[in-house]
């Protein structure tokens, strides 16, 4: 059984098993380092696999450390640590609607459009476009909110210097 | 749990709380000094968030009825959004996201996209049953 692990971003192997559990023993190879072969969906930290880090021997095999730089072999990995920081990513569409229906204004409608990519390429395993698209999403709640703001306070300064305006302000929809 | 974001959050809630009585006691044309929709004062169409105000107003007197003909997408998301908020708010001051959140997936965020370009739209057809839809 031929082994590949994975060091610092850099593809190593492979090794037979014996070779492998030596490099484990000796923490050449970490609990944290992603392993695999063939037949495996996924690559995996080599602490998560039983037949290689028997649970009793590694007691300190998590938590584990988000893997360093890509993989170059197929499959692509995805491992259980990478997939909790994309549960992390903000997807905003709460804030943008509030945006788009209190702001009132079109800069709502590309912060939601934005809101709902995020969870569509978290869902494709697009990480890096999923946080651009979470950035982009809050940068238009932040602009369609401070457009408001500076607005309101625009208008404020109108209504105090002229209680003209005022008289008229009751019959604009709000 | 951060101290000052626990300060930051109630004084949110503490002018949230000011401006729904001022609302409540004044009415939407007792407050002159809120500027109304600027789209609407510029082009005289509806955006989708038009009649919110008044909606807000008959929600707090119990006049539901009223307040989804005054704006019926607002009165439906708006309560959505603000659990959904509420909830990160609830995350981001303990420190530690809830353990879950107000999600609709990728493709209800689309949806909700959609609909409210929809609604924007159709509210400003000028055919019934389109002006249903617009606040009168």
């Keep these: 059984m031929q082994w590949y692990y994975s060091k610092n971003g850099t593809q190593l192997g492979p090794v037979s098993e014996a070779d492998l559990l030596a490099k484990l023993a000796s923490s050449e190879v970490l609990t944290t380092d992603l392993v695999w072969k063939d037949g495996m969906g996924n690559w995996l930290p080599a602490g998560q696999l039983r037949e290689l880090v028997p649970l009793s021997a590694f007691p300190a095999a998590s938590p584990l450390a988000p893997p360093s730089g890509n993989s170059p072999y197929q499959p692509p990995y995805s491992s259980p640590s990478s997939m909790a920081s994309a549960q992390a990513i903000p997807n905003y569409l709460w804030q943008s609607i509030v945006v788009t229906i209190l702001c009132c204004w079109p800069f709502g409608i590309p912060a939601i459009i934005y809101a709902a990519k995020v969870d569509g390429l978290k869902a494709r395993g697009d990480i890096p476009g999923a946080m651009a698209a979470s950035a982009s999403a809050k940068t238009w709640c932040m602009v369609a909110a401070g457009i408001w703001l500076v607005l309101v306070v625009l208008w404020l300064v109108i209504v105090g210097s002229s209680a003209v305006f005022s008289s008229h302000s009751g019959s604009f929809p709000r | ?136």
């Design chain 2, 1 to 136: 749990m951060p101290r000052n974001r626990a300060c930051w959050a109630a004084l949110g809630f503490l002018l949230l709380a000011c401006a729904a009585i001022l609302l409540y006691q004044r009415g939407p044309s007792g407050l002159p000094w809120l500027p109304g929709c600027t789209f609407h004062y510029l082009t005289g169409l509806n955006c989708p968030g038009c009649g919110m105000t008044r909606a807000a107003y008959a929600t707090l007197h119990g006049r539901i009825g009223e307040a989804f003909r005054l704006n019926p997408l607002g009165m439906i998301l708006l309560p959505l959004a603000s659990l959904g908020i509420g909830l990160e708010i609830i995350g981001w001051v303990r420190g530690k996201p809830l353990p879950f959140r107000l999600s609709v997936g990728a493709k209800g965020a689309w949806a909700i996209a959609w609909i409210v370009v929809a609604f924007w739209i159709l509210r400003n057809l000028p055919w019934w049953p389109f002006t249903l839809l617009s606040p009168p």
